[in-house]
């Protein structure tokens, strides 16, 4: 008999691979997802909030133009990047990389994407 493991964001690891040991084979974590990814958004505000103010004018002088830090793009990358790192943990969490043979690609989490670190 195969399980699904409904509503198993927010769930302890031990729980989640004690559920693998019962014969769960899928779980969902679109909450988990979902929060990632805001939470992507809501840490790239936190760390460029002074660059975000104006369109000109930030901690680095006030005719400094703030263009690549409001294209929405930026943001999204950070997102996108939390989720990565995110998806990273929840394969981790349900016994399930590197099954096929393969390998995950490395996180972008650090690296220059676009015109800033995310």
């Not at 103010?53 to 005719?63: F, L, V, Y």
């Not at 400094?64 to 996108?80: I, L, Q, T």
Request: one cysteine or more; a negative charge.
């Amino acid at each position: 008999m195969k399980f699904v493991f409904r509503g198993g964001s927010g769930s302890d690891v031990s729980d989640i691979q004690e559920a693998i040991g019962y014969g769960v084979i899928k779980m969902n974590i679109d909450t988990d997802t979902q929060w990632s990814y805001w939470e992507g958004i809501k840490n790239f505000e936190k760390k460029w909030h002074d660059y975000l103010q104006e369109q000109i004018g930030n901690p680095e002088g006030a005719d400094k133009p703030n263009k690549k830090y409001y294209d929405p793009r930026e943001c999204m990358r950070a997102a996108e990047a939390e989720t990565v790192d995110r998806l990273d943990q929840c394969f981790s969490d349900l016994l399930c990389t590197n099954v096929c043979g393969g390998s995950l690609s490395p996180s972008p989490r650090g690296k220059s994407i676009g015109g800033l670190p995310v």
